[in-house]
Structure formats: structure tokens, C-alpha cells
């Protein structure tokens, strides 16, 4: 399973635009890169998920470059409710394989 | 229903009791996990149904830990003797396939505390 380094938190202000990088150096052929966001006392929620270049849907942009051993979680115009715990994942389309969540990243959204 | 619930929400207990915490999936799901989080801490995978069967059950602490899945349907967690480091978040997800890349629908959560 590719490992995934992210930052432990990231701090921004409403209004701004925040990316956050996930590194995946071991990201195998058939492997996917998901990410879930988690608010306090909540299960984690899908956002995007993505196999190369770019996906976008009305919640976030996903950039995937070339080499696919990195991705960029990009939030437009962020709010304070977009406060919340960050995970990227990275697993196959294999039902044999778990899910496996790290620490994420811990967004903070200031006024 | 229109999501994934989980009772109790809460569960206060004494360490050695048995706990069960059930998880009723979005309907139509085939697949059921369970994870576990500690406070801040990511999740911890538990197990995972493919219906009624568990293929995987490899997250599971410890032989105290158990899980089973009934009609396809509602799963239940028991915890024998508990102890207070079983205390946190147990949470459940389902998806409506059997891929990992399949969106799971994460309840809210059961916070176990153990005594």
C-alpha cells in the first residue's frame, strides 16, 4: 500500500484559496488518490477523487501531476466552515485492499 | 434511511463489561466497514463486510473484538471485557460497492468510554 505524507495542519483565512499537497512516492499503477474531510464529531466525507491530471467538482479541484507522486487539494475561496481534518488516500480498485487513513491535515479557517 | 446511523451515540461503561455498538448502513450497501479513532488521532480500520461475509477482519485488536452482519443488512461490534484503552470513536461506513475507490457514507460515530 503507498504510504502518504501530508501536513500535520495548515492555517488561511476566509476568502483565500488553500492547497493542500499530499506525497505518495510509491503510488502503484492502479492505484487512486481519494480525499475525505472530517469536521468535529463527524464521520469523514467524500470530496474528490482522481487517477491523473485534473478533476473538479463544485467542492474542490484535485491536481494530479505527470509522475502521480504527489496530488494538491485545491479549496476555492475558503470559509470558516470549511474548518475541518484532511485525509488523502491512496488505494487500488481492489476489493481486497482497506482504506487506510493517517493523520490528515487539520485545516484551520480564520475570520 | 437517508444516511448511515449508529446508536448508542454515546456509551459510558466500566472496564470488564461487554459493549455492542450496531450500525444500520444506508440501504441497498453491500459493503460495511468499521474503524475506530482515538482522540486526534486518523482512523484505524477494523473490518469490512461484503454482505454478510467478512473477508477481511485483520484490524481487529484483539481476540475481545468481534463483528457480525445479519441479512445483509444492520452489523453489530461487541467488545467483551472492555478496557480503557478500547475508549474512542467507533465509526461505520458502507458504499454501495464492493471497490475501494466506491464512495463510503460514514455514520456519526459512537463515543465509547471506558471507566
Known amino acids: 500500500l503507498a504510504k502518504t505524507t501530508q501536513p500535520i495542519s495548515m492555517d488561511s483565512y476566509e476568502g483565500q484559496e488553500v492547497n493542500i499537497t499530499c506525497s505518495h512516492n510509491?503510488?502503484?499503477?492502479?492505484?487512486?488518490i481519494t480525499w475525505y474531510q472530517q469536521f468535529p464529531s463527524q464521520g469523514p466525507r467524500f470530496i474528490i477523487q482522481g487517477y491523473k491530471t485534473k478533476v473538479t467538482n463544485e467542492v474542490a479541484s484535485l491536481f494530479i501531476p505527470a509522475d502521480r507522486k504527489s496530488s494538491t487539494l485545491s479549496l476555492p475561496r475558503v470559509s470558516l466552515s470549511d474548518t475541518a481534518v484532511y485525509y488523502c488516500l491512496v488505494a487500488p480498485m481492489d476489493s481486497s485492499y482497506k482504506l487506510i487513513f493517517g493523520s490528515g491535515t487539520r485545516l484551520l479557517v480564520r475570520p | 434511511g437517508a444516511g448511515v446511523s449508529q446508536s448508542p451515540s454515546n456509551k459510558v461503561t466500566e472496564k470488564g463489561k461487554d459493549v455492542e455498538l450496531r450500525c444500520d448502513p444506508i440501504?441497498?450497501?453491500?459493503?460495511l466497514y468499521w474503524y475506530r479513532q482515538s482522540l486526534g488521532q486518523g482512523l484505524e480500520f477494523l473490518i469490512y463486510?461484503?454482505?454478510?461475509?467478512?473477508?477481511?477482519k485483520s484490524g481487529l485488536p484483539s481476540d475481545r473484538f468481534s463483528a457480525e452482519r445479519t441479512g445483509g443488512s444492520v452489523s453489530t461490534l461487541t467488545i467483551q471485557r472492555t478496557q480503557q484503552e478500547d475508549s474512542a470513536v467507533y465509526l461505520c461506513a458502507s458504499s454501495s460497492g464492493y471497490q475501494t475507490t466506491d464512495t463510503q457514507y460514514f455514520g456519526p460515530g459512537t463515543r465509547l468510554t471506558v471507566l
Open positions: 510509491n503510488i502503484a499503477t492502479n492505484d487512486y
Open positions: 440501504s441497498g450497501h453491500t459493503a
Open positions: 463486510f461484503q454482505g454478510n461475509s467478512a473477508p477481511d
